[in-house]
């Protein structure tokens, strides 16, 4: 048996492996000329059927819009970007420990599973309000509706790698006398990466839209929201437009930034070789450098 | 029991639900020996490393390791299967160092071994890979090297080279026997192959299914070090036919 | 204006509201009662998707005739928005601030009563040109008060709960909602007229230049047949009010709640004169300048920009 | 090597296979049980805080608020259920059709795969206006919004599925001289079920909030979102919850009703022998009936 | 080129990007005949099936079968491979009928032989069971199945027994020496094992590495039924001595 997946030959042979530039233009070019293709049909659909501004801007007035209150917008960011973060973080969490738990405890899975999935077939917006009654105009009910919309999938997904750990390697731990905890920590952990990072990617993308919903629904003094629905009420569609995209701005970057720790955090799955590490010390019989 | 026995087993057994899967078996092996076990599938093979092991408790019966009861109880042997059971985000030699990993700390002495130890055997180069970056060969060595480096007299190997194919078990083979050599362990050796089990044992246990037990002890005369020309030998053709007639019956 | 021998004219009446609720209530009477009809017109209703959107379905022609409040009609008209009032629908600012049942909201203790306190609004551009007349009355600069603003919650729930301290609506539509809570007790209210608050309309029909223009017949027999109803709501409020509930039986409202509701906007529709519909040049010159102090506009027009009152009936 | 996947023992041994009554007590007892003690939870709170009427019911007088409504409530319980299943049906529809079509052409794949995760980030409240705005006060914009919440698992994991069928096995069609489109529907499609229907259950449970928030958006008079909403406006928070549940028992049952498709669709997920099937004229050669 | 030859290639080759994988080879295979093939991994022995299969265009020369040219074309070889690539979602009637199923209407002509051919062959009561409820053997014995019902003359496997244990491996030799005999048809068969292209084959192909080539054409004269003990005979240990010292060298 060769180490290759496939016996027969593929169709579409791939010839060799890509350049560094052949790769930056795959990942970089091709999805910012997809955005700008997107643009310049939302561009060409304005102007050919003479949208009125006051019904739908032009790209360049929604980007307007958003360059020239700068100073007033970015406070909103902030303010938006903190409680995505919050948000994040605490259903993150939440999802960790509540895959674990279930993990764990089969009988508890079982119990809890139906409600978790309940919780995502309520409507999310009909659950602001009450959450607000409940904890008031502060963050926190932001923080709660975007933790509602994170733990899921997060949770899914470290039940789904924790349940598919290999027995086998558990086994071997054991054999070799490791204590539970050790064995969770350095083989149940890591071995969900990937599917944990699936989720948290699925939660990134979804969790500015409920940072949104909940500063609709209680903002204590001003918030990205309100300013787009203030906004809306002036008839200021450029503005309304450009903060729409910055939400979706903030939801990218941080979907990208997910990304990102994932590729940092498990190196393994582009590199065949590890990167040199600080650890140095106990490299006294480190081959001499090449 | 012999004085030099290093591990014995006293009526050990396993019932699962309405399967016998090891009858009560007795047993001793000697300390530095190479020991074959062969026998069909489900003939209860792992069950019985399993209890070696510790990772199951037997119906009943001991396991002894140097005299001393071990039954129930882990830590005391190497243990390596047919998946290598590298874990893909650590580098090959972080995988060798795995065992003390999850029992304490990796210390400087661990891991200067563990370089030693993959220098040796020839995986010098790979030390800083991950194990996807290895084929299948180099990935049950570096499974090997992480059983050796726990310091256990005594491995149990199941099916080890079960995935690999016939040149590279070739390889891994006469490897295997040059380790064993150099590091003067007692090892367990579980396979399905006939030659591979007359090429690499002392001894060799066939076992039969249902229930599960020891059919014969065949004694392995053949001379070390063994070559590819072992393979056609007289001897090795004689034990090969014992073994099949033991496995298969007179006529299929 | 009377019935007309001509064939049906078929337009779309925008409400300034995603839902049908009791300010509808004309329109569902002249509907009912078959003015429209002896009007020459057909009359359907639809809904913004949001509470800003009407004038956009106006300059689109999704519909003729919409419901606008006079803010929205000033801010529109600023954006460039070619759009015309036509007449009030209601002729004085029923606007208030609401407290507790219990607590003390009087023009004397107005200072203490929002010092410090949480004011809900719900981020609409009435309330936020109302407030400064109110903070300015009771001798507060903004940052002495906290105004939380939640677009999709209840001011009146926030308020009973006691997340909030003063909720701020019109009184034809808070009251009803706080009988309908249960709560013992009166809920205190204070209008903002009584506070500085201008007294000027909250709600007006408009349509635009355009349509105006070119179907001012049309519009004249709409205002006729919708000022028949308003006069005839006002005078049987029960009758009309069951009219409304049985139109939107599927609103959610109860009945009651419809009643009381409309009872509340009768007093308002109507000026010191007993006048219905009339429009001023005071009026919007008045809103205009309070748009302009809150930078929700750059520049006082002219009030003709706003309005014309020649298709009142 | 055995059929077993697992060498070494499992920790927790399984006692054979479950009788019918066990297996009815897991699927469905525990669920119900799960639920009836959330309930209590919310009666307990309730009651034990002296919580007020209007600032949330008891579970009871939820439950009747939708009961004694129900002949009100039943016809706009009818339009959301439609709006889901259009705006479901369209979106899966897409959804398949998407990932089939970047699972065949990767330029396309990569040019369109950022606007599609751009398309998840745009939170979909900030969405539903200019969309009804464009499309009218039609279902229109309401399957739009549920389609665009459904389409997107689908693509992902149709497109995931497509990508991992087993190459020697399409390239064992080519041997047998299979036309590409055979090959696509005997084999691809089969072969993508699972995922696909992983991807169907996501959107399934989120249809609900999609056609929710389509309706607060874009409303004919009346709709079980607008039914909420002024419910809401009386103070009737009993109303209010009892809706919440009426549309989270909508997306739960659709939710289940998908789960039903899969297991009906997927027999060998679950079966070891094939159910008879109703073919019979060319069974001549049949063994006797036993 | 033999009268009756069903396969003939003619300078057969193919190189990826630096990779010699096949070097020109000319070969002839006699109708009716089983021609096992051995070599290390890599040597080209897939990238050859995939060339006579029509799944790879060969950079030169010419397959042809019946003697005429069937270069670069498909539908006319049976092929098999260690992965058995049955469909999980087809009982095991149905996964037998499955070349039929992908080039037209499956009739009830095929589907009747379907189930004799799996009742002749032992699975005539897994007809309605779908392939995750069999063992490894049984599944192999499908997909063999599924490749005998398309009447091909020829038929390619690749290592199709080389993921089953030893005990079933023989088994499955056995069976299919079985099959082979009552259907008559041309078996081209790419093995690891040198044991069971002996035990197999009226002719053995030796491959070598790097460029691929066939070193060595072996003719096994070992009387047929074979048996178990046909391992043991002395011919069989002459031809396996003389092949592995073509794939080891002379020591290891
Ligand atoms: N955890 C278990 N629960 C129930 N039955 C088991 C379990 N483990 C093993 N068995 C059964 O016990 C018997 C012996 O199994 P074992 O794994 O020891 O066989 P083996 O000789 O290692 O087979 P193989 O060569 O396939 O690895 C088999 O019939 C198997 O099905
Ligand atoms: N599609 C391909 N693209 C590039 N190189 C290939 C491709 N297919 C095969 N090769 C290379 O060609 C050589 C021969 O491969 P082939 O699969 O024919 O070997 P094999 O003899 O079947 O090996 P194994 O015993 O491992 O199956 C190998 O070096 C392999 O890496
Ligand atoms: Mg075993
Ligand atoms: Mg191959």
Redesign the pocket.
Known sequence: MSTRETTTPRRAGRAGTDSVARKLARNVGVPVLSIVLLFALWQGIVVYFHVAPYIAPRPRQAVLAVTQNWSTLWPLVLGTIRETVYGFIVGAALGIGLGVIMAKVPFLQRLVYPVLVLSQAVPIIALAAPLVLILGFSVTPKVVIVAWIVFFPVTVNVLDGLSHVDQDLMNLARVYGAPRWRTFFQIEIPATATPLFSGLKIGATYAVTGAIIGELAASDGSSLALYQEHANTNLNTAAVYGTTMLMTVIGISWFLLVVGAEVFATPWQRRTVARRRWRRADRSDEEPAR | MSASAILELRDVG?V??D?V??EPTSLAIDEGSFVAIV????????????IIAGLLAPDGGEVRLHDQPVTGATGHVGYMLQKDLLVPWRTVEDNITMAKRLTGRVNAADRSEARRVARQYGLGEFLRHYPSALSGGMRQRVAFMRTLVTHQPLLLL??PFGALDAQTRLEMQQWLLQVWKDTERTVLF?T?DVDESIFLSDRVLV?S??P?RVVADITNPLARPRTVDTLVDPQFVTIKGQIMHLLHGGTP | GGASSAATTSITFAYDFPGPDFELTPVVVAQDLGYFKAAGLHVNVSFPPDTSSTTKLLTTNSAQIGFLTTTDMGVAVNAGAPVLSVANYSMRNNWALFAKPGTKLTPGNLTAALKGKRIFSYGDTWTESMLPFVLRYAKLKPSQVKIVTAPTGNDLTDLLAGKVDISTSTTNYEIPGFQGSGTKGTEVQLLGTKVGAPDIPVWVYAVTRSYAAGHGKTVKAFLSAVKRATVWAAANPVKAAADFSKAYPKSGYTNAYNLEGWKLTIPFLTNAQHQYFTQTTAQWTTLAKALKSIHLINAVPAPTTYFTNKFLP
């Open positions: 396993k699962f639900g399967t899967a090891l026998g069909p599938s489900g003939c209860g093979k792992s069950t019985m490393f399993n199941d099916e579980i399905h076992m299914p249902r599960g």
